[in-house]
């Protein structure tokens, strides 16, 4: 043979195989360890579960903890015959149960071949001991420990969301990342951090012998892999308050929302009627129960309901009419129980007139604003009042009007904002004035926000014109969060142009009964809250009673929105209940002069009055 | 039979090289075959199950066959030469475009979707390489010698390989490494498969050992090129490895002297904030600042020169060259941090340190390899007998119709089936080199060498990976891992060889 080039890359391709063949001589017939007769040994792996992240309110407690919960497992081929009497027994479940389940792992039984598979989920451990201490007399049967939530605290249920057994469509969607039996985050705040939270699996690999017992670790563990525990979550929420938040919307449909002016993070967010924790933990149980309750208890109404804003959305109008100049704080306009155009009224309530712009806030007045809304469309600015409708439309925008906020909450909606686009449909181009669309002054009509965007714009107003998109994850050591959570968000009203708009809040709060401020019952000595009532109009019921406050005026600590459904004016309802919440927050106790009317606030049902559709 | 040229040639039983295409077809029915064992206990369905894997295969399988049809008897096999340049163009296009068109798959752009038809551009990109290659070198006064040449032939290798790791596909990229033996074939120099070599070797010392171990086997390698090539072998038994030995007990001799100085603890202290680079503020006795790397380049800085000036004396410029290669190493031993930490990208970070064992890692990256390690092993000499394995079936090895195929085999066909299929492909290879040499065109010959080293290239990394010689890099394995556009492309690529094969023996 010639030592030529051809025959060298012969050689080292002979040299190559030989290598190979070399390890494979290696792994598959010196080295012992890895080699197992099919019939007598083979390799048992069992999964250990991680436990989920813990999650904790702003202050460390804990929202959603763990405990220990047994899922019974069966390996179909391993069963052999046995006590059915027993097992009932000390299992708690009925003989038909056993019955059927075997006999639909019999039908299965080319699918399931040699794996495990769950029998009993989420056993309690005084359940599972009884059955342990048995185990001998089951072969084929086992108990895994999973750990399941548990909720120290009744609160947030809407808002922390429920974790449950991933079904086929999710591992649809999340191929690789979960097999079934798992558990994952369904909504909320389980769902927005799931990756945090789960965890990663682990396992340990068992060898059985011929006798289908489980002999001894295969080696020695060396091949195991620890569950790694989820990261624990540090949410915004004030557990207490959310609390005491969810006893005052009790039995009452509507939302109350808090936010942090200075940092954009949610305090409370009640959605009411909400889910119970109690039932959170166990979804599984109480889902129809839920899904069939004509109040929709999982609707989260607080970032998902587009209600129109009613009076308080005229603090926007005002802001617009300062900036875009066609309105000055001193700017006087009379209201003869409401404003007139042609044979048209828009109705207003009795005060004094003419008044000027703080006045107008301290007393909702509607004329006043439908003044200034006309001022705004009719601009002599714009060439038309598509274009001036369209600036108005950019400006309201600007506070978070009309979209998603961005918040790290899931399912959160955007609402709607009207444009000319959307008037030139429904009236065609050209057939649509100010006067048409009036009730914008006054926050009825095509406007739709969410309670979460009234709270944020009363932290707007609180900041003097800047927001901080709300969310519910606090940084934390393991979890980031996104840094648009750190940006201000200014408006495009000029920040000059809101301590006069502070100023009306805090007179209408302020002012003292007979003054004609509407707010009078949300004043609580010492904590200068700054506030506004809404009433929105609604075609199918009584009036929604509609309030943002935020206090103190100077440095605020606390912004809140509170709609209650069909609660009638915004100073019935609604502003008992966010000024309740706002002193709870800032001095930890209702002052006892305020006592009765928390008394009204938690006994108060207004659930007849809900129409339920 | 008339071939699409019109003309009368042999008999079609005595041109085609038959031992190629039923190596093909065992290869292919033992794919199908396994791919069907991989998946029989998740889905329990009929081999043939529509839009199961093996299902799927079968459809993969038929059109191959009429590929390979097409091939033999409709295209003249005379196009190739022609149209090597447009493939090769396309192609590289369709490798741009699928960065911006594909879709991702495990974090690659290197899949073009078209409906349910997943397609990689990839695997035909090394047919149009090596039909280019095979142009251009097979023309008259063509020297692989000559620098312009050899730039023009490493240009149309390097290109598609840099593209495809623009794809994050490093592991596709590296099976164009392989060109370099048909390079060799042709002419190269042998010292450059040696460098390439010795550059490898001095990254792994310098990962799994030190800079100075590295710098201290370079210096070795060269000092016995250099002595061996002027024929003083002597020499370097008697002065180099005595010198090497000594100056390999610097980093010793250093640690004793500051331990006698300050004492074994605080040497320990030091050394220890040194890996956590807090070393800054520590009072570091002088002996210990010096470290023993710095020794050792410093006595090669001088002795460099006396070495390069004898041999200017002697014109020996193979000496200057390899001094060269020598400060060449040094630089990459100096750079190998930057290389590993900053262009090599995580996961293949990771897999690099479970296979060099600077970490244990059974339970991340090291999962895959353990699994495939313990299916395979457990199969024993005969392996547990076809659909009886229980690692594979069980769905605990990864990727285990696609990459990670040869498990299946070797769980359920043990050592002598593992064993087979090597040498069936060691036979396949040696039998498309045997044909390649006996072309009389150099266009077919360097084709054939193209499809040679690509099939190796393939074989050995993916065989490597699963029995944990080499790192995990996701290429298939020819013919037997699942998948259209793999098979599809190593069908066309054979298929080209056999019939350019044909073609000459046809008349010869």
Sequence with gaps: MKFNRKNKLIIGLCTAAAILIAKLFSIQILDDSYKMDARNNTMVYSTIYPTRGVIHDRYGNILVGNKVAYDLMVTPREVEEFDTLTFCEVLDVTPEFVREKMQEYRRNRRRIGWQTVVMIKQLPPETYMRFAEVAYKFPGFRGLPRSIREYPFNAGGNLLGYVSEVDANYLAKHPDEYKSGDYAGKTGIEAAREKELRGEKGYNIWLRNSRNRIESRYRDGEMDKEAIPGDDITTTIDAELQHYGQMLMANKVGSLVAIEPSTGEILTMVSSPGIDVEMLADIGQHYSEISSNPYKPMFNRAVQAPYPPGSVFKLVNGLIGLQEGVLTPNTMYPCSMGYHFGKNKLGCHAHKSPINFEESIMMSCNAYYCYILRNILENGDYGSIDEAMDKWNEYVKSFGFGQKLGSDFPSELGGFIPDSKYYNKVYGKGGWRATTVISLSIGQGEIGCTPLHLANLCATIANRGFYYIPHIVKDSENVEIDPKYKERHYTMVDTTHFPKVVGGMYRAVNSGFGSGGTASIAAVEGLDICGKTGTAQNPHGHDHSVFICFAPKDDPKIAVAAYVENGGFGATWAAPIASLLTEMYLTREISDKRKPLEDRILNGDLMDRVKVR | ?508
């Design chain 2, 1 to 508: 039979m008339i071939d699409a040229g019109g003309h009368r040639g042999r008999g079609l039983a005595k041109t085609i090289d038959w031992s190629l295409v039923i190596c093909w077809l065992v290869l292919v029915l033992i794919g199908w075959a396994n791919i069907y064992a991989s998946i029989h206990a998740a889905e329990s369905g009929s081999i043939f199950e529509f839009g199961s894997r093996s299902g799927m295969q079968a459809i993969w399988i038929g059109t191959s066959v009429i590929i390979a049809v097409l091939i033999l008897f409709v295209i003249p096999p005379r196009l190739y030469e022609g149209l090597s340049l447009p493939i090769y163009l396309i192609v590289i296009g369709l490798l741009v475009a699928v960065i911006f068109l594909g879709i991702e798959v495990k974090g690659s752009h290197s899949w073009f979707a078209f409906g349910p038809v997943r397609f990689q551009p990839a695997e035909i990109s090394k047919i149009a390489t090596s039909l280019m290659l095979a142009t251009v070198m097979s023309q008259l006064g063509y020297k692989i010698g000559r620098l312009k040449d050899f730039v023009l032939t490493a240009a149309i290798i390097v290109l598609p390989m840099m593209i495809i790791v623009l794809q994050s596909e490093t592991g596709s990229a590296l099976v164009y490494v392989g060109f370099i033996f048909m390079l060799y074939r042709e002419g190269l120099s042998g010292w450059l498969i040696f460098m390439i070599g010795m550059a490898i070797l001095t990254f792994i010392l310098t990962l799994t050992q030190s800079p100075f171990v590295a710098v201290l086997v370079l210096l070795g390698v060269a000092s016995l090129c250099i002595c061996l090539y002027s024929g003083r072998f002597k020499w370097w038994l008697i002065i180099c490895v005595p010198a090497i030995a000594l100056l390999s007990f610097i980093p010793d001799i250093f640690t004793a002297i500051a331990q006698a100085q300050i004492g074994s603890e605080a040497v320990e202290a030091i050394e220890a904030a040194r890996a956590e680079g807090t070393a800054a503020e520590m009072d570091i006795p002088f002996i210990m600042k010096v470290r023993p790397l710095y020794v050792l380049l410093a006595v090669i800085g001088i002795a460099t020169p006396f070495v390069a000036f004898h041999a200017f004396r002697e014109r020996n410029t193979f000496t200057h060259l390899a001094i060269i290669s020598l400060l060449a190493g040094i630089v990459l031993v100096f750079s190998t941090d930057f290389l590993f930490n900053d262009v090599l990208q995580d996961h293949q970070r990771k897999r690099i340190e479970v296979l060099l064992g600077m970490k244990e890692d059974p339970a991340g990256v090291g999962y895959n390899v353990n699994q495939s390690k313990i299916a395979i092993g457990s199969g024993g000499l005969f392996g547990k007998g076809y659909l009886h394995g229980t690692q594979t079936t069980y769905g605990f090895v990864p990727e285990q119709s696609t990459d990670f195929i040869f498990c299946t085999i070797g769980e359920e066909w043990g050592f002598a089936g593992s064993a087979f299929v090597i040498l069936l492909y060691v036979f396949l290879i040696w039998r498309i080199i045997h044909d390649a040499e006996r072309s009389r065109e150099g266009f077919t010959r360097i084709y054939g060498y193209c499809v040679a080293c690509c099939i190796f290239m393939h074989l050995f990394i993916n065989i490597g990976m699963t029995i944990g010689l080499m790192p995990v890099i996701g290429i298939p394995l020819p013919f037997i891992s699942y998948g259209g556009s793999s098979l599809w492309a190593f069908t066309a690529m054979l298929f080209i060889f056999i019939a350019l094969d044909r073609n000459e023996r046809k008349y010869f």
